[in-house]
């Protein structure tokens, strides 16, 4: 009998060994933003932002994993006390990716001496700030260590932008060896540099040794169109129409302009010029093809258009996209949920939307 209790034992433990050790693979993904990152909601609002129902739609809708940001300041108090409800919140998510088999990619998205568009970045220049970044990781370690391997990776950072690429290389490598100390064969993100761009990925060192380390990019080409009219950019007051595949800008319109919007959204390469699938290709094909150099799989991590886009135009970019990163088996993860990217809007599905980003 002893030795059966035994044989029984080390049956399980063999299992739950092996399910821990299955790899961590994604495929069709989606951003889960405005919720734990980049938000003043706190309390209620805060809850009912995202909900088991929610991630029980996006596992029915067909995607595999969630991307899902947060930020330093929700997550921790000023002296890197775990916030407990900002956590609570992230569990109770984990535990709906579990219920629904969705895996989950935990992104620290900004931190107090980070944010992608600020001019002042105490990360690359102080090291006060870098052993802050790394305390943050060993901290969230200690609360996330105990999912397996296979349902959760974590991305080291969002968007990192020096001017130095090796200053980049050197905080991630050393915050990556922070968390190996803790997790050897947890699944680790890391992104290129500016703004994880396709073209700085060859720019990146990472250990080539470690077989558990994907590379992210982002993808928001052409930004003229994908961000047509965004607030938050200078091309806030665009005055004309913005087209996807072929000349952003059309012949007529560009003529009507006034010469000072001429010359601000003048004809240039890479910018307003002639977009269609292979340009887009050639652009994403650079991150796929260095990331390979580096012996690793390519990760888009975000991509997308904004809602004011034409919508024809919009859905053509997207299967474009989609088509790419299948051909060179690339995982993604659209930008966003429920934001201006969304494949919410208004409270309302876009059905269209969802069936290109899910291959149906």
């Given at each position: 009998?002893?030795?059966?209790?035994?044989?029984?034992i080390?049956?399980?433990?063999?299992?739950l060994?092996?399910?821990?050790?299955?790899?961590?693979?994604?495929?069709?993904?989606?951003?889960?933003?405005h919720?734990l990152?980049?938000s003043?909601?706190?309390?209620?609002?805060?809850?009912?932002?995202?909900?088991r129902?929610d991630?029980?739609?996006?596992?029915e809708?067909?995607?595999d994993h969630?991307?899902i940001?947060?930020?330093?300041?929700?997550?921790?108090n000023?002296?890197l006390?775990?916030?407990?409800?900002?956590?609570?919140?992230?569990?109770?998510a984990?535990g709906?990716c579990?219920e629904?088999?969705?895996?989950?990619?935990?992104?620290?998205?900004?931190?107090?001496?980070?944010?992608?568009n600020?001019?002042?970045?105490?990360?690359f220049?102080?090291k006060?700030?870098?052993?802050?970044?790394?305390?943050c990781?060993?901290?969230i370690?200690?609360?996330?260590?105990k999912y397996?391997?296979?349902?959760?990776a974590?991305?080291?950072?969002?968007e990192?932008?020096?001017d130095d690429?090796?200053v980049?290389?050197?905080?991630v490598?050393?915050?990556?060896?922070?968390?190996?100390?803790?997790?050897?064969?947890r699944?680790?993100?890391?992104?290129?540099?500016?703004?994880?761009?396709?073209?700085t990925?060859?720019?990146?060192r990472?250990?080539?040794?470690?077989?558990?380390?994907?590379?992210s990019?982002?993808?928001?080409?052409?930004?003229?169109?994908?961000?047509?009219?965004?607030?938050?950019?200078?091309?806030?007051?665009?005055?004309?129409?913005?087209?996807?595949?072929g000349?952003?800008?059309?012949?007529?319109d560009?003529?009507?302009?006034?010469?000072?919007?001429?010359?601000?959204?003048?004809?240039?390469?890479?910018?307003?010029?002639?977009?269609?699938?292979?340009?887009?290709?050639?652009?994403?094909?650079?991150?796929?093809?260095?990331?390979?150099?580096?012996?690793?799989?390519?990760?888009?991590?975000?991509f997308?258009?904004?809602?004011?886009a034409?919508?024809?135009?919009?859905?053509?970019?997207?299967?474009?996209?989609?088509s790419?990163?299948?051909?060179?088996?690339?995982?993604?993860?659209?930008?966003d949920?429920?934001?201006?990217?969304?494949?919410?809007?208004?409270n309302?599905?876009?059905?269209?939307?969802?069936?290109?980003?899910?291959?149906?």
């Open positions: 009998m002893k030795k059966i209790f035994l044989l029984f080390m049956t399980v433990t063999t299992m060994c092996t399910c821990n050790a299955k790899s961590f693979t994604i495929h069709r993904g989606i951003n889960i933003s919720w990152s980049q003043d909601s706190r309390g209620e609002e805060r809850i009912k932002w995202f909900t129902d991630v029980k739609f996006l596992a809708s067909g995607f969630l991307r940001p947060i930020d330093e300041e929700q997550m921790f000023e002296d006390t775990p916030d407990s409800e900002a956590f609570g919140l992230l569990h109770k984990l709906w579990k629904f088999d969705l895996r989950a990619v935990v992104d620290l998205h900004i931190i107090r001496t980070h944010h992608f600020a001019q002042d970045k105490p990360l220049t102080e006060k700030a870098q052993e802050r970044f790394y305390e990781w060993r901290k370690s200690a609360e996330l260590a397996p391997r296979s349902m959760v974590y991305e080291l950072m969002n990192p932008v020096a690429p090796e980049w290389n050197t905080i490598n050393h915050c990556l060896a922070v968390v190996r100390e803790l997790e050897p064969k699944t680790i993100i890391i992104g290129s540099n500016r703004w994880q761009s396709f073209d990925v060859k720019q990146l990472v250990p080539k040794d470690d077989k558990n380390i994907i590379i990019f982002h993808f928001y080409n052409p930004f003229m169109f994908t961000h047509y009219r965004a607030s938050w950019t200078d091309m806030k007051d665009i005055p004309c129409t913005i087209h996807y595949p000349n952003l800008i059309s012949d007529n560009f003529e009507a302009m006034e010469q000072s919007m001429k010359n601000r959204y003048g004809y240039a390469a890479g910018k307003n010029g002639y977009n269609d699938i292979n340009t887009l290709e050639n652009q994403i094909k650079q991150a796929f093809d260095a990331a390979t150099q580096l012996g690793k799989k390519a990760y888009l991590g975000e997308g258009v904004i809602h004011g034409p919508e024809k135009d919009r859905i053509q970019w997207y299967k474009d996209i989609v790419i990163c299948e051909k060179y088996g690339i995982g993604y993860a659209n930008w949920y429920k934001g201006g990217f969304g494949i919410i809007r208004n309302e599905k876009q059905q269209q939307m969802i069936d290109v980003l899910t291959g149906k």
